[in-house]
C-alpha cells in the first residue's frame, strides 16, 4: 500500500478521498487490475498524477485558471498501433479515437491521468480519466467517475501533479 500524502487522491472501497471526504464513485466494469489491457475496463492499480484539467466552455466557465477547453475536434486516440496512442489529438483523425466533446455531459469536466502516458505502451489502455458518472454505481470503461456536483469539488481542489492511488 502506498503511504498518502496531503493532498493527494485515494479510491477506497468507501469511495474517492480527497480534502478530508469521501465522494462516491464509480470505477471500471472491469475492476481494478495491475495488468490493466486496451479495452478491458479496468481501471489501472497504481499512483497516477493529474495531468490535465479540461473542460466544455460552452457548458460551464473555466473551473480553475490551469484548465483547458474542449473543442469539437478534440479527441483522445484509442489505437495502439498509432504513436500518438492515448493522447490528445484532433479531427479529422482517422484512428481509432473517443470524442471529448460529447453530446452527454460525461465530459464536460475531466481530469486526465498520466496513466500509460508518455510515451504509451501499446495495449496497456487508455483515456483513463476521472470524469462525470452516468449515475451513481453505472461501471466505467476503467474511468474513475463521480456526481457533477463532486467532481466540481474535487477539480477545484487539485492542481496538475496531484496523486491519484488506486490500491
Not at 17 to 30: E, F, L, T
Not at 87 to 105: G, Q, T
Not at 153 to 158: L, T
Request: net charge positive.
Amino acid at each position: 500500500m502506498t503511504l498518502q500524502r496531503a493532498g493527494d487522491l485515494r479510491l477506497t472501497p468507501r469511495g474517492l478521498w480527497c480534502g478530508g471526504r469521501y465522494y462516491p464513485c464509480a470505477i471500471g466494469k472491469g475492476g481494478i487490475r495491475s495488468d490493466k489491457r486496451e479495452g478491458d475496463g479496468a481501471t489501472p492499480r497504481g499512483v497516477h498524477h493529474v495531468e490535465a484539467l479540461l473542460y466544455r466552455p460552452d457548458r460551464m466557465t473555466r473551473p480553475a485558471p490551469w484548465a483547458l477547453p474542449i473543442g469539437p475536434r478534440d479527441l483522445w486516440s484509442d489505437a495502439p498501433s498509432e504513436a500518438d496512442y492515448n493522447s490528445h489529438v484532433r479531427a479529422p483523425y482517422a484512428a481509432s479515437h473517443e470524442a471529448l466533446r460529447r453530446a452527454d455531459p460525461l465530459y464536460d469536466l475531466v481530469l486526465v491521468l498520466d496513466w500509460n502516458y508518455a510515451p504509451a505502451a501499446p495495449y496497456r489502455g487508455s483515456a483513463i480519466f476521472i470524469h462525470q458518472w452516468r449515475r451513481r454505481g453505472y461501471p466505467t470503461e476503467g474511468c474513475i467517475a463521480l456526481s457533477r456536483v463532486d467532481l466540481r469539488s474535487v477539480a477545484a481542489q487539485v492542481a496538475p501533479g496531484t496523486r491519484v492511488i488506486v490500491d
